[in-house]
């Protein structure tokens, strides 16, 4: 049985598990397309070499309908939840956001945003815009990794929804310009029209709702539908109820159906929290868990050292440590990365103060930290880094 319609039955019946439940499924197959490795000239030689694209028809699991996970559309945002009230159920009742709920944060162009992950884990997708910048933000539940991208497809700008599609338990997304199918860990076109295109990345960072602000006052937040509109229009659910608590719930009754659970490999558990790095052939997984008892690690991967750390909110950062050309090491000293003379804040990258003040350090990683299966799934030839 499919994991997300399996969750659905497993949880409370009376709360509504939006796209998670058991749907009609599209009469429509995936786009057609003729697998070959990437080359080295190819916008794709990023992705390891072992996957092919376009990917199988028969590798794709369609899990609920197209558009059963309503991707968020129109966006609205404040500078909190607190006049937030929401009809559900012939009641009313107000959202919380608490200072230890994560977000998807991101700050482009002098203008900072929070994606709550209690909106994110419903919705998957947000497209969104900042000044004449569309882009799309995006988190997969499953694997809880986040990824932020212009979306804008072959130069034309592209409003982005849910699939139905599960690929290596990773979300599938469509776009409205070419009808390809992406893939949401790697932002790239895996079927149709579009093969092998990928999304420009922009940074971002997961962290919680109270360091976020912290970190940027003037941020606004994302406010929950129906303030925010959907694809399929208003829609209503209780933003207080931790889904995917429910389906961890189920995945330690019943292991085998947790995502991963097939891949045979046990140097880490599926579900450890790992942030990956990767430069050409080699790729690296960095465990929470070992991370957080070396309090920082100095590392290099390829040819690119990296520092490595825990942030706030039960999550990792990997940094280049290379400065205007010259590699420096890190130490811990308490919530700040001290190098290079400088003290830098350790979520956001940026020097505090000293001779590189202002100053940010380079994402040694594209992508922000997930579950080991995830990193497994997509860079088969991992190593894991140990202290």
Do not use: K
Not at 58 to 68: E, K, N, Y
Not at 170 to 189: G, K
Not at 201 to 207: F, G, H, K
Not at 372 to 385: G, I, M, Q, R, S
Request: charged content about 25%.
């Amino acid at each position: 049985m499919d994991r997300r319609a399996f969750l659905a039955l497993a949880v409370t019946a009376g709360v509504s598990l939006a796209g998670c439940g058991i749907s009609a499924v599209r009469d429509s197959r995936p786009p057609q397309g003729d697998s070959r490795p990437p080359q080295d000239d190819d916008p794709v030689r990023h992705i390891s070499r072992s996957i092919l694209l376009p990917v199988s028809e028969s590798d794709l699991r369609q899990s609920v309908a197209r558009d059963a996970i309503p991707a968020i559309t129109s966006p609205a945002f404040a500078p909190n939840w607190d006049d937030v009230e929401i009809e559900l159920d012939g009641g009313t009742y107000r959202p919380q956001l608490g200072h230890d709920d994560l977000v998807v944060g991101v700050e482009l162009d002098g203008d900072a945003r929070a994606y709550p992950l209690r909106i994110l884990s419903w919705h998957e997708v947000v497209n969104d815009r900042f000044g004449d910048r569309p882009v799309l933000v995006t988190y997969c539940p499953l694997c809880q990794s986040g990824m932020v991208a212009t979306r804008r497809v072959d130069g034309r700008e592209a409003n982005f929804g849910v699939s139905g599609y599960l690929w290596n338990d990773n979300l599938v997304m469509y776009d409205t310009a070419t009808e390809s199918l992406w893939s949401q860990l790697l932002a790239t076109a895996i079927r149709g029209p579009a093969t092998e295109t990928r999304l420009e990345l922009l940074p971002a960072t997961v962290t919680t709702w109270g360091e976020w602000r912290d970190a940027v006052p003037e941020t606004t937040v994302l406010l929950p539908p129906p303030v925010s509109d959907t694809v399929v229009g208003e829609v209503r659910f209780n933003y207080g109820f931790d889904l995917y608590d429910q389906w961890a719930r189920v995945w330690d009754a019943y292991p085998d159906m947790a995502p991963g659970s097939a891949d045979g490999d046990t140097r880490l558990s599926n579900r450890e929290l790992v942030v990956g790095v990767r430069d050409g052939n080699t790729a690296r997984a960095y465990a929470e868990t070992r991370v957080r008892w070396a309090g920082v690690v100095i590392d290099t991967v390829g040819s690119v050292p990296v520092v490595v750390t825990t942030a706030p909110g039960y999550s990792l950062v990997a940094y280049d440590r290379r400065i205007d050309g010259t590699t420096y090491r890190f130490a811990r000293d308490g919530d700040e990365l001290v190098g290079g003379g400088s003290r830098w804040n350790v979520q956001t990258g940026v020097a505090l103060d000293g001779p590189h003040e202002d100053a940010r350090l380079s994402r040694a990683n594209e992508y922000s930290p997930m579950l080991w299966f995830a990193w497994l799934a997509f860079n088969p030839e991992t190593d894991v880094w140990n202290a």
